[in-house]
């Protein structure tokens, strides 16, 4: 295994983080580290990539599909006249896969939002075998959003390794516990709570978020 689909329970749960913070913290790990942004719609995260790491990937190979409206991927394609070519994107992962050691890939809005009229992330998630991580954001809320992602999860079929919470604001650990409380989660979703990454004021400091992504259980889990 050479890959891992960053997805999350909706959209600002905190995936672009998580998947800088481990690009952060694996870069000394993986010689060759790619990433990969399947489906952007609106300006964003293939630019931030591409500011903070030297990746030597172009965008279309960050983001082989790309729209302007910052909308659902079938919405925002309808808008162009486009089409939504998966072919082309299974294809480019498949060529950076194959030229690097790691590829992180981060995906769209939530398990549940829509890639095309009839698939959703879970379902491409899937259909191509990609292990995947859960980011769950720390708010009132969050466990009812774990429980119905992993639902969607397990009914797809994704190969889910484990969740990981995320401060979107900053919170106590008190807080944390009362809002997103690890053993709770973990019982009713059956599925292990891999750490918290902490709110980053500035989530550009790479320094910061390596040390975060350092401190979550996630290397032992990716190797099962």
């Known amino acids: ?26 870069r000394n790990r993986f010689r060759n580290l790619g990433i990969m942004k399947p489906i952007q719609a609106g300006t964003g995260d293939r630019e931030l990539y591409s500011q903070l790491f030297s990746l030597n990937q172009s965008t279309t190979e960050i983001t082989p599909l790309y729209f302007e409206a910052p909308l659902a991927p ?16 299974w294809q480019t992962l498949q060529n950076l896969k194959a030229s690097r050691d790691f590829v992180l890939i981060e995906a769209l809005g939530g398990l549940g939002s829509p890639v095309t ?12 075998r990609l292990p995947t991580v859960l980011v769950v954001p720390v708010r009132l809320g969050a466990i009812a959003a774990a429980v119905a992602n992993v639902a969607l999860a397990r009914q797809t079929r994704v ?10 604001q900053a919170r ?9 409380p690890t053993e ?40 099962r």
């Open 159 to 168: 190969l889910l390794k484990g969740i990981i919470l995320n401060c979107i």
């Open 117 to 128: 009229a009839e698939f959703t992330v879970a379902d491409l998630a899937a259909e191509w």
């Open 74 to 89: 079938p919405i925002a394609a309808a808008k162009e006249n486009r089409d939504i070519n998966l072919a082309l994107v």
């Open 184 to 223: 709770l989660i973990q019982s009713l979703t059956n599925v292990p709570v891999l750490g918290c990454l902490p709110y980053f004021a500035d989530p550009t400091d790479l320094d910061k978020l390596s040390q975060a992504a350092a401190a979550l259980d996630l290397d032992l889990r990716l190797q």
């Open 1 to 26: 295994m050479n890959e891992l689909l960053i997805a999350g329970t909706d959209t600002d749960a905190g995936k672009t983080v998580l998947t800088t913070a481990l690009a952060a913290y694996w």
């Open 172 to 180: 106590s650990p008190q807080e944390i516990e009362d809002l997103a």
